[in-house]
C-alpha cells in the first residue's frame, strides 16, 4: 500500500475519480491538513479512500468543519456534524448524498451550542443527537434530539425526565433510545439513572439504575459499573446481573460478555487480574469460563512499560472462539492488541493498533496513530505553534501487524467509518 502523503494529496483533491462500487471496501473519514510553516489551519472536511490508498477523493470545503461521519445503511449517503469557527453558525446535523454531491441540513442547532454524539439507528433510517447548552460560554445542560434522515423528515427533542441531564444516548433498537441521565440536587448529591425511551414520544417505556456505561447489541442492553453490571433486553426488562469488583466489563459477541478485573483498581498500573466470560440464556446469567491469571502478562508485552486500561473487547472477523483484547502502554499510550483464545487462555500478541475496526467484509481493519505534535509555524511572541497530527492506518486482517498509513503528514484525522456491503 502506497501511503499518500500531504503533497500527493493536493495533485487528487479536486479530481473526479468514480467512487468503487458497493462490492469494494471504502473508508469516509474526515480530516484537517496543515499549510507547512505557514502556521495556517485548515477544516476538517470529509474524504473517501480505498484501504489500499487509492481512489483519494474530497467531498467537503469551505470555511466549516465536518466530523464525526458515519454511512447509513444503502451506502448511498453519509451523515455529518457541521460546525462553523467562533459560533459563526449554528452546528447542523447534514447528509451528502455521493451520488448527486449534494449536501442537505437535516436538523440545525442553537447558536452558540454544541452538537456530538451522532448516531443512526440500526434500520439506518433515524438519527439521534445530543445538544449541550451553554451560559455566558459556561455548560450547564445537554438534550437530546432525534429525527428521521427520510427527506422533509423533521426532527424533535426527546425528553427524558424534567430536571435532568442528558449524558449519553444510544440506540436500543430502531425506535427506542437507551439514555442516560442524572440530575444535580440542591444539596450538591448526583443522581444517575438511564432509561428506555419511545424515540417519538419521549415517554420512558422502562427506567434503569444506573448511567455509568451503557451500550446495546443485537436485543441486549449492557448497564456496567465498576462493581456492578447488569442485562436488560431492549425493553429494559433485567435479564440477569454480576459484580466485578474493581473491574471493566465489555461485549464480545452476541450475548457474551467479558468483565475484566484488576489487582487494585481499573487504574492501577500494575495489570489486570483476571478476565472472565459470562452468558445471557433466557433469564439466567452464569460464568462461562475463567481465563487464567493474568498476573505475568505485563512482563510479557510491556516492554518495559506497565500496560495500562485493558479494557476493549473487539470481535474478529468469522471468530467464535477467539476474540481481541485492547489495551494502552501505562504513560506512552501506544496501542496493543491481544488475542484471547477463550477455550485454553491462551494470550498471544496480534497487533500495535490502538483499537480496530473491521470493514464488512473482515479483509481489513483501521485505526488511527498516536497522537502526535507537529510544529506548523511561529506565533508572534516566536513560540513555537504546534497542532496534533493523527494518521489514518490500515492492515489486512490476515497480517494484523502490517499497519500501514494510507493518509499521513501533517494531518489531524476526526473519525471515520467502513461504507455498508
Known amino acids: 500500500m502506497n501511503p499518500v502523503s500531504i503533497f500527493s494529496l493536493l495533485i487528487v483533491l479536486f ?55 458515519k454511512w447509513t445503511s444503502d451506502g448511498k449517503r453519509i451523515l455529518f456534524l457541521r460546525s462553523w469557527a467562533n459560533g459563526s453558525k449554528p452546528d447542523s446535523v447534514s447528509e451528502l448524498d455521493i451520488e448527486t454531491k449534494s449536501v442537505r441540513t437535516l436538523f440545525s442547532g442553537q447558536p452558540g ?25 459556561v455548560f450547564y445542560k445537554s438534550s437530546l434530539y432525534a429525527g428521521e434522515i427520510a427527506d422533509n423528515a423533521s426532527t424533535h427533542r426527546v425528553g427524558i425526565k424534567e430536571g435532568f441531564n442528558i449524558s449519553s444516548a444510544e440506540w436500543a433498537s430502531s425506535d427506542r433510545i437507551l439514555g442516560g441521565y442524572d440530575s444535580v440536587s440542591k444539596a450538591g448529591v448526583t443522581s444517575y439513572a438511564s432509561a428506555v425511551i419511545d ?9 434503569l439504575p444506573t448511567s455509568d456505561l451503557i451500550a446495546r447489541q443485537g436485543d441486549w442492553i449492557l448497564c456496567a459499573s465498576e462493581n456492578q453490571n447488569q ?24 450475548d457474551i460478555f467479558a468483565s475484566i478485573t484488576y489487582k487494585g483498581s481499573v487504574n492501577d498500573p500494575s495489570g489486570p487480574d483476571k478476565l472472565r466470560l459470562y452468558r445471557a440464556t433466557g433469564d439466567l446469567m452464569r460464568e462461562a469460563s475463567i481465563v487464567r491469571d493474568y498476573s505475568s502478562l505485563a512482563a510479557q508485552f510491556r516492554q518495559g512499560r506497565e500496560l495500562h486500561d485493558l479494557r476493549n473487547i473487539t470481535a474478529l472477523p468469522d471468530e467464535k472462539n477467539r476474540f481481541l483484547w ?14 484471547v483464545d477463550s477455550r485454553t487462555g491462551s494470550v498471544s500478541f496480534w497487533s500495535s493498533a490502538r483499537y480496530v475496526t473491521f470493514a464488512p467484509d473482515g479483509k481489513y481493519y483501521a485505526s488511527t496513530s ?6 506548523i509555524g511561529k506565533k508572534t511572541n516566536g513560540q513555537a505553534m504546534t497542532e496534533p497530527t493523527i494518521s489514518l492506518l490500515v492492515a489486512p486482517t490476515a497480517r494484523p501487524n502490517a499497519l500501514t498509513p494510507i493518509v499521513s503528514g501533517q494531518v489531524c484525522i476526526d473519525g471515520f467509518d467502513w461504507r455498508p456491503q
Open 15 to 69: 479530481l473526479a475519480l468514480p467512487l468503487p462500487g458497493r462490492a469494494e471496501s471504502l473508508l469516509v473519514f474526515s480530516a484537517r491538513f496543515y499549510a507547512p510553516g505557514k502556521g495556517k489551519i485548515t477544516h476538517f472536511h470529509l474524504y473517501t479512500i480505498r484501504p489500499d490508498g487509492t481512489s483519494l477523493r474530497r467531498w467537503t470545503d469551505g470555511k466549516s468543519d465536518d466530523i464525526e461521519p
Open 113 to 137: 451550542n454544541y452538537l456530538h454524539d451522532l448516531k443512526i439507528s440500526p434500520d439506518g433510517k433515524r438519527f439521534l443527537i445530543l445538544q449541550n447548552y451553554y451560559t455566558a460560554g
Open 199 to 207: 424515540w417519538k414520544t419521549g415517554a420512558i417505556q422502562n427506567e
Open 231 to 254: 442485562v436488560y433486553n431492549n425493553t429494559g426488562k433485567k435479564i440477569g446481573e454480576w459484580k466485578t469488583p474493581g473491574g471493566d466489563t465489555q461485549w464480545w459477541r452476541e
Open 326 to 339: 485492547g489495551a494502552f502502554v501505562h504513560r506512552a499510550m501506544p496501542g496493543l492488541q491481544l488475542i
Open 370 to 375: 498516536n497522537v502526535d505534535w507537529t510544529e
